[in-house]
C-alpha cells in the first residue's frame, strides 16, 4: 500500500468511527474502483465488519465495478452479506466476463440463487459459457462488442457506435459481420472517426482479420496478443461465426496466473489460485508435500551413489569435503540453463526443432564457464584448503565436468519435457539438481579412483 492508499485507509477508518456514512459515500464516489477494491480487502484483515457496511455504501454500478476487482475470497464473503435484490443489482451491473469469472468461483448455492434471477435467455447463453473448458479462449470472451454491418456508411456506423456501445465492454474496434454472423473484417473507432461519412464501411474495414476460435488454450491467446500488439481479439467458431471478444484486460490476468503458475512449479509447489494469505496451512502443506516426498525418494539414488564408493570416502576422506561444492555449482548451473531454454520456449523464441542448436551454444558455453570454474577452484584448493595437488587436480576436473553435463541436461530436459506434452517449467530448480547432483557424484567417484589409483 502507498503513501497515498494510507492516508486514505486511514480517512475511511475515521469516518467509519464516527459513523459520518454521507461524507463517507461522498469519498467513494470520487474514488477509483481498483482503489477500493484494495481497500476492502486490507479492512476485511484489521476490521471485518466493517467491508459489508462499505460495500452497501457504494453506488449501483461503482458497487458493481469494485465487485470485479475482489479477490474470490472477498466476493464469497459480501454476497453472504447481500439480500437477493442486492446481489441481483450487482450482477446485472457486471460486464458478460466478469459475470461468468465471478459464477466460476463461487460455490453452487450461489449460483443457483443469481440464475433464478435472470430471463430464460441470459440462463441459456450463462450456461453455454460455463461449459466451455476452463483455461480456453471461451471460459475468456464476452459478448460485449459493438458489430456493424459492411453496407453501413461511416456516418451510419458512429450513430450505430452512439446507441449501443454505452454497455458494451469495447468500442475500440468493431466487428463487421454479415446476415449469418460471419466475421468478414474489423474497423477501429480511430478510422471510422476519421473517415469521410459517405464512405462505406466495406471500403475502409480491415479483412485480414486475427482470430482464435472458442477451444484454443489461453496461453496460445496469450501469445497472439503479444505478437500481434492487439487490444481485442474476436472469437469465432468452426464456421467463422462470431461469439465473442476477448480484451486485453483479460489477457493481462492469464499472463499473471501463467507466470505465477510457472514459477510455483519450478519451486516445486503444486500451482495454486488462492492467495497466500487466504489459504489454510493445512491445504499449503498438501500442495508442498507431494514435490518434497518425490524429491526426497529421488534422493535415495544419491544416497546409493555415496554408499557403492564408501572405499574411495574411506581411503582418502578429505574428498568428502568438496561433495557440496560440486553438488551446489553443478545444480545452480543447470538451473541457469534450464531458466533461459524455460524462458525461450515460453516466448516461442526457441522451438522444439531447434535442440541441436541449444546443445551446441550450451556445451560451449559450459566448456569455457567449467574450464574458469576449475582453474579458481585448483587454485583455491592449493592456496586455501593445502590441498595435495592429485586432490587439487581430481575436484577441479570434476567440477569442469559436472558443469558441462549440467548445463547441457538444463538446455535439454525443458525441450524434452515440451515434446512430451508436459510443462517445461517441472523441469527446473529442485528436479533438475537431484538429477545433476547424483550425475555429479558419478563422475565425481570414478575420476577419484582412476587420478588417485583407488581401484
Known amino acids: ?95 458478460f466476463d466478469d459475470k461468468i469469472d465471478f459464477l466460476e468461483e463461487m460455490p453452487a448455492n450461489v449460483v443457483k440463487r443469481i440464475l433464478k434471477r435472470v430471463t430464460d435467455d441470459e440462463r441459456k447463453l450463462i450456461n453455454q459459457f460455463l461449459n466451455y473448458p476452463e483455461f480456453s479462449a471461451g471460459s475468456l470472451m464476452t459478448i460485449e462488442y459493438v458489430s456493424l454491418k459492411k453496407e453501413m456508411t461511416v456516418a451510419e456506423a458512429l450513430q450505430h457506435i452512439r446507441m449501443n456501445g454505452i454497455d458494451k465492454e469495447t468500442i475500440y474496434t468493431c466487428y463487421v459481420l454479415n446476415e449469418t454472423r ?43 496478443f503479444k505478437k500481434y500488439d492487439l487490444m481485442s481479439l474476436p472469437v469465432v467458431d468452426r464456421e467463422d461465426r462470431l461469439v465473442g471478444i476477448i480484451t486485453i484486460d483479460d489477457i493481462v490476468d492469464v499472463i499473471e496466473q501463467e ?58 576422506v578429505i574428498l568428502a569435503a568438496a561433495i557440496p561444492m560440486l553438488m551446489d555449482t553443478a545444480g545452480n548451473a543447470g538451473n541457469q540453463t534450464s531458466t533461459l531454454i524455460i524462458r525461450g520456449i515460453a516466448l516461442g523464441e526457441i522451438e522444439l526443432d531447434d535442440y541441436l542448436k541449444v546443445l551446441w551454444k550450451e556445451f560451449r558455453i559450459s566448456v569455457l564457464v567449467g574450464i574458469m570454474l576449475a582453474s579458481v577452484n585448483f587454485v583455491r584448493m592449493l592456496l586455501v584448503s593445502n590441498a595435495s595437488l592429485a586432490i587439487a587436480i581430481t575436484v577441479s576436473l570434476t567440477l569442469a565436468l559436472t558443469v558441462i553435463m549440467a548445463k547441457l541436461f538444463g538446455g535439454m530436459l525443458p525441450i524434452i519435457a515440451k515434446r512430451m506434452k508436459l510443462d517445461p517449467a517441472i523441469m527446473a530448480g529442485p528436479l533438475i539438481t537431484t538429477i545433476v547432483d547424483a550425475m555429479a557424484l558419478v563422475v565425481y567417484f570414478n575420476i577419484a579412483g582412476m587420478i588417485l589409483g583407488l581401484y
Open 1 to 95: 500500500m502507498n503513501e497515498e492508499m494510507k492516508l486514505f485507509f486511514d480517512e475511511v477508518l475515521v469516518l467509519l468511527e464516527e459513523k459520518k456514512y454521507i461524507q463517507l459515500r461522498e469519498l467513494f464516489i470520487e474514488a477509483k474502483a481498483a482503489d477500493l477494491a484494495e481497500l476492502i480487502e486490507e479492512v476485511a484483515e484489521e476490521h471485518p465488519n466493517n467491508t459489508t457496511i462499505i460495500f452497501r455504501l457504494l453506488p449501483k454500478d461503482l458497487a458493481a465495478d469494485v465487485f470485479s476487482y475482489l479477490s474470490p475470497t472477498q466476493k464469497r464473503n459480501i454476497v453472504d452479506t447481500l439480500h437477493e435484490n442486492q446481489l441481483r443489482n450487482i450482477v446485472e451491473e457486471l460486464n
Open 259 to 316: 507466470n505465477t503458475e510457472d514459477f510455483e512449479k519450478m519451486a516445486a509447489l503444486l500451482p495454486s489460485e488462492e492467495e497466500y494469505m487466504n489459504t489454510g496451512i493445512f491445504l499449503l502443506a498438501r500442495r508442498r508435500i507431494v514435490w518434497l516426498l518425490v524429491l526426497m525418494i529421488s534422493a535415495t539414488f544419491t544416497e546409493n551413489i555415496i554408499g557403492r564408493f564408501e572405499d574411495v570416502l574411506s581411503a582418502v
Open 182 to 224: 460471419k466475421l468478414e473484417g474489423i474497423i477501429s473507432l480511430r478510422k471510422l472517426i476519421l473517415a469521410d461519412d459517405h464512405l462505406k464501411v466495406a471500403e475502409i474495414m480491415d479483412v485480414d482479420v486475427i482470430s482464435t476460435t472458442t477451444l484454443d488454450d489461453q496461453e496460445e491467446v496469450a501469445d497472439l
